[in-house]
């Protein structure tokens, strides 16, 4: 009895050992606010899930920019956790944070439903959500996303997969063999991109997709799968792509093709672009986080009057006759893409209205900007209430499904009607 | 090794148990210590939801761990359980209880399929959970492209029933762990230490091995899907992705269980501690405000941290006896011969 | 668990198993009832059967594309694989194939001669493997989770030197020889390099005195202690080789993508322990032969490769590739090899 004691105590102590170990070790990584906390400024948290590639790098940073800009820096105290891809650990997180009383939260949500009731909580404490580029259905969050996002001169034309749908149908006039790279299966990003890209494939009799396969929004990836593709169809005459299509075009060119591509927003692509590749470039933009950042700071700072709750992100849009080298590090004399930079960088880190306070050097270092510009009338940014249902999953009261034929292209998709 | 040591062995507090509780204690009260804002009720009752799944899931994995096989289709049951239970009750709102009865079932199909092909068949567990880990991803994909999914408040409540401030679902936890307890002291639990332990002698002792090899596969699916059950109701949707984090998580948590990967010791208990650690050391971390990206080098050093205590124990141990005493005593020829 | 002895000879000295004896036949059909074989079989198989998917099957561009696609899997199967064989697992691969990619680019790209990058970051990998041998070895502390520790860690660590720029250019040497743009005497590159590989593979774990003592350690660790083979270094060797081979294929995937971010090796863990094990090894470790592993690797891209051109949904895709591994493995285990020591 007496040696099982002992067994025990020294388990014990073993475990406290280790355990004051664990601790020192950590205390020595914690990041600048660690030291007890300043009581006056407003607590922020940046909270991201996937990381480890530019897209997810270059927001973040975006957003750490805006939020450590001095105006900013005095004010707020920001802190970036990363969640990982479980959807568990990120509800996790968003209760810590809320318990620990932050007053802002932005963050790329891995579910539309699944933090809902985390949400719910944190809305009742007086929290604010920003999400950007997935979006969420609960209704205290905001949302800042460019799924359902129209192009910035043209804004009935909408949806990021039908409109590089049609391009890439206009570039092959009407009749020809592609292929779809799409995401990650399952998620609703994917889905979204893939219904609205079909609603116009379907119009066209001509056009035969001939492979369907997930890049996983992944350069490496979506080029494995297109050269898979193109052992069974190498005859194939168009490419429609999510993000990905760096490897789309590296595969391509491994097999001596040359035909019209429509993808995201990668530096690789925006350059052979520029080289007379017939394809659109459009999709996903970075700077959605350094918006939605600022979106928060706002709403924090002066209330949240006329901010509506759905912002859109205007779509991109690069064709082979606009694409066009920067030569420094700004978006300037319509130049869109950095011809130093890596192949699967983003390019969008720039949006003319909503953050043209960003550089080339916010985006990859996550400080640099010196000062923070107003927010346009948001207004403008609303998103129609005829796209809500692909966002938020219902309509708005007084709205119903239905079928939209008025002040959209492509006619005829599913949406909201009064 | 006689039925009759087995359980004498059985009757003492295994160490191991005693580890995992103390690591999970630890933890917890250094968050309780160092964040004021968790110190109450209601979080208390977010962390036991949150943990459900997990403790729920491992109960079933090192069920089948310490029989010596391997059960990677945690994953595939748990989501495929999420995505059935979301579309169902989605549909039926009122059937809550037929439907869980279902799902129930369907988690015991799956497991006796897989313990049949192991055992029957005598195919690799590992390749054949891996497989039908593969296949309920599929159909899950199937009856669900996207997360989404609205289930209704009446089946999410069922779970997650308060009394007092206290969730039920600690209770039901506690009451599979005690469950877990009696079954290991029956027939079944101690036929499933010997086969880990030695089958052939297992074999020749004349134990039901098959059968209760097939009913540990069958156990830990129904686990599964109970697991299942609790992710619906806390995320009160369902995603065709759901299942895959399990994979790793759950192994990680069985090892900070201090369960043996070799088979033949630990407790399901204990992984359910080591669970409880898993989901408290992200808290932990965000008390003392860890920078971003060491969140995962930190875990792992906790599981590598959490390895070395039977060594340091064993190291302490090998100093007190001597040599000559170790050999005739049953444990420690084991000890000695354990190269986990 | 797997039987306690090794055979002795006469002189009461201990044989250890020579990987050789697996593959000789002693009837022709014991010969076509190897789990080796019968992969392989399985893999050519795909081949007339994949004209039910597409008209353009079989092809000769199908069969490079199996080759060129197949080579990732079939390095880091290697690896995988050998550590297999001892009865471990190695979890920390696509931590260890990020690692191979981000340092050879990071230092390509920093002005370092190519090769003196390979170089670099194969090493890098090796002194991860080491780290994992070490803890196996001399801890004692359960593979599966050791690995799994070790790759979190190495992870954590990537993502913080890496901020800021997650993705690394590849240099152009390395995107010429392994994008498959380039062949050699009519052969693309990575077909070579595949055979290369293959090759010193095979060697190193069916031919040479280290791949002799890891199918001793794996048959039985402590007959091997009493055997006098040095199971300590030895494990610790066979891990610091999986290291270098996670490390090679992302090399190798940097060149092919010609860039790689540090989730290039997210997508190859399962694949490496499934081709592990359709090509026959067992889990408890003791038997296998890398031929059956390089047999398993490459039906699992064919099989990739007939499933995208069947145009099914992707859960179907899913459920069909589960469905086929299930049968590769009932396949071989009628096929009743004795070798391997049964879970």
Not at chain 2, 75 to 85: D, E, F, Q, R
Not at chain 3, 22 to 35: D, H, K, L, M, S
Not at chain 3, 43 to 62: C, E, K
């Amino acid at each position: 009895m007496a040696s099982k004691t002992k067994k025990l105590s020294r388990r014990v102590g073993a475990v406290a050992a280790l355990a004051s170990a664990t601790i020192l070790l950590a205390a020595c990584a914690t990041g600048p606010g660690a030291s007890g906390g300043d009581g006056q400024k407003d607590k922020v948290f940046l909270n991201l899930s996937y990381s480890g590639n530019n897209w997810q790098d270059e927001a973040a940073n975006l957003a750490m920019a805006i939020a450590g800009a001095p105006e900013n820096a005095e004010r707020y105290d920001v802190t970036k956790q990363i969640s990982g891809t479980d959807v568990q650990k990120q509800i996790s997180d968003l209760q810590s944070m809320i318990a620990s009383g932050a007053k802002l939260i932005v963050s790329y949500p891995l579910s539309p439903t699944a933090l809902d009731q985390v949400m719910q909580e944190g809305c009742d404490r007086g929290v604010t959500f920003v999400f950007y580029d997935s979006t969420v259905n609960a209704e205290c969050a905001y949302n800042v996303a460019f799924i359902t996002g129209a192009l910035a001169d043209e804004p009935e034309r909408a949806f990021f997969g039908a409109q590089t749908a049609q391009a890439l149908v206009d570039l092959l006039d009407g009749e020809g063999k592609i292929f779809l790279n799409r995401g990650v299966a399952g998620t609703s990003t994917d889905t979204v991109h893939f219904d609205t890209a079909m609603s116009v494939f379907s119009k066209y009799p001509g056009i035969e997709i001939v492979a369907e396969f997930y890049g996983n929004w992944d350069s490496s990836q979506s080029q494995q799968e297109t050269a898979k593709a193109l052992a069974a169809h190498p005859d194939v005459d168009g490419v429609w792509s999510q993000d990905g299509e760096a490897g789309v075009l590296k595969a391509l060119e491994a097999a001596g093709l040359e035909i019209p591509v429509t993808g995201e927003n990668s530096n690789y692509f925006r350059q052979r672009l520029s080289e007379g590749w017939p394809g659109v470039s459009s999709g996903s933009p970075p700077a959605q986080a350094g918006v939605a950042m600022k979106v928060g700071l706002h709403i924090l700072e002066h209330g949240a009057d006329g901010i509506p709750k759905n912002i859109e992100m205007p779509l991109p849009w690069v064709t082979t006759e606009t694409a066009k080298a920067c030569e420094g590090t700004e978006f300037v004399d319509g130049c869109n893409y950095f011809p130093g930079e890596a192949d699967t960088f983003v390019t969008e880190v720039f949006q003319a209205d909503l953050l043209p306070e960003a550089s080339l050097d916010a985006a990859k270092t996550g400080t640099g900007i010196s000062e923070v510009q107003d927010l346009p009338k948001m207004a403008d940014f609303a998103q129609p209430e005829w796209r809500r249902i692909y966002t938020r999953a219902t309509c708005d009261e007084g709205w119903a499904e239905g079928t939209v034929t008025d002040n959209q292209i492509p006619v005829g998709l599913p949406g909201c009607v009064q | 090794m006689t039925i009759s040591t087995i359980s004498a062995r059985r009757r003492r507090i295994p160490g191991d148990l005693v580890t995992a509780v103390v690591i999970f204690v630890v933890i917890y009260s250094l968050i309780l210590a160092i964040a004021p804002f968790e110190r109450n009720l209601y979080s208390f009752s977010n962390f036991v939801l949150l943990l459900m799944p997990l403790a729920v899931a491992v109960i079933g994995t090192s069920t089948v761990l310490i029989t010596g096989g391997f059960d990677l289709s945690v994953a595939g049951t748990l989501g495929l359980s999420n995505v059935l239970a979301t579309v169902l009750t989605s549909a039926y709102p009122d059937m809550g209880v037929p439907i869980t009865i279902g799902i129930l079932g369907m988690g015991l199909v799956v497991g006796l399929l897989n313990g049949v092909l192991i055992v029957l068949l005598g195919l690799q567990a590992i390749a054949v959970t891996l497989a039908s880990y593969i296949c309920m991803t599929g159909v899950a994909l199937i009856l669900l492209s996207a997360p989404g999914g609205s289930v209704p408040i009446e089946f999410t409540s069922m779970f997650k029933l308060s009394i007092g401030g206290f969730p039920a679902a600690l209770g039901a936890l506690i009451v599979l762990c005690l469950l877990w307890a009696y079954l290991s002291r029956t027939r079944f639990g101690v036929t499933l230490f010997s086969i880990g332990s030695d089958r052939q002698a297992a074999v020749i002792s004349g134990m039901p091995v098959r059968a209760t090899e097939v009913g540990a596969y069958a156990f830990a699916g129904v686990m599964y899907a109970i697991a299942g059950l609790f992710l619906t109701a806390v995320t009160a949707s369902g995603d065709p992705n759901a299942g895959f984090p399990f994979l790793l998580t759950s192994f990680a948590a069985v090892a900070l269980g201090m369960v043996s990967f070799r088979g033949g010791k630990g407790s399901a208990v204990a992984a359910v501690f080591g669970a409880g650690s898993l989901i408290a050391l992200p808290k932990l971390l965000f008390g003392l405000q860890i920078q971003d990206f060491w969140s995962g080098a930190i875990l792992g050093i906790t599981i590598l941290l959490a390895l070395s205590l039977p060594l340091l124990s064993r190291v302490a141990k090998r100093r007190r006896r001597p040599a000559v005493a170790a050999v005739t005593d049953t444990r420690s020829r084991k000890d000695l011969a354990d190269v986990e | 668990m797997s039987n306690n002895t090794l055979p002795t000879d006469q002189t009461g000295s201990t044989i250890l198993p020579d990987p050789r004896q697996e593959t000789v036949p002693r009837r022709i059909g014991a010969f076509f009832a190897q789990p080796v074989v019968i992969v392989w079989m399985i893999f050519v198989l795909m081949f007339p059967l994949s004209r039910i998917v597409s008209p353009n099957f079989p092809s000769l561009g199908q069969l490079e594309s199996t080759l060129i696609l197949g080579l990732f899997l079939v390095v880091v199967a290697f690896g995988q694989g050998f550590v297999i064989l001892t009865g471990g697992f190695d979890l920390s691969v696509p931590q260890t194939v990020a690692l191979g990619a981000f340092l050879t680019g990071y230092l390509a790209n920093t002005g370092w001669p190519v090769l003196g990058a390979i170089a670099a970051a194969t090493i890098g990998c090796a002194v991860m493997g080491l780290i994992n041998g070490l803890l196996v070895a001399h801890a004692k502390f359960p593979p599966f989770i050791v690995t799994l520790a070790t790759g979190s860690i190495l992870g954590s660590v990537l993502l913080g030197v890496s901020r800021g720029t997650p993705a690394q250019p590849s240099p152009a040497a390395l995107s010429s020889l392994f994008s498959g743009k380039e062949s050699f005497l009519g052969v693309p590159t990575p077909i070579w390099a595949l055979v290369i590989f293959a090759l010193i593979a095979y060697l190193i774990q069916m031919r040479s005195t280290i791949g002799r003592r890891t199918y001793a350690v794996g048959n039985s660790e402590i007959a091997s202690r009493v055997a006098g083979v040095p199971v300590s270094s030895t494990l610790i060797i066979v891990y610091t080789f999986a290291g270098i081979s996670s490390g090679l294929a992302g090399i190798m995937l940097l060149g092919y993508s010609s860039g790689a971010d540090l989730n290039i090796g997210a997508s190859w863990l399962l694949p490496s322990i499934t081709a592990v094990v359709v090509g026959g090894s067992a889990i408890r470790g003791g038997a296998g032969s890398y031929v059956g592993t390089i047999g398993g690797a490459l039906l699992l891209t064919v099989l990739s490769i007939d499933l995208s051109a069947a145009g099914a949904s992707e859960g179907v895709k899913q459920i069909l590739y589960g469905v086929i591994i299930l049968i590769a493995l009932i396949a071989a285990r009628l096929g009743k090899d004795t070798g391997a020591a049964r879970t």
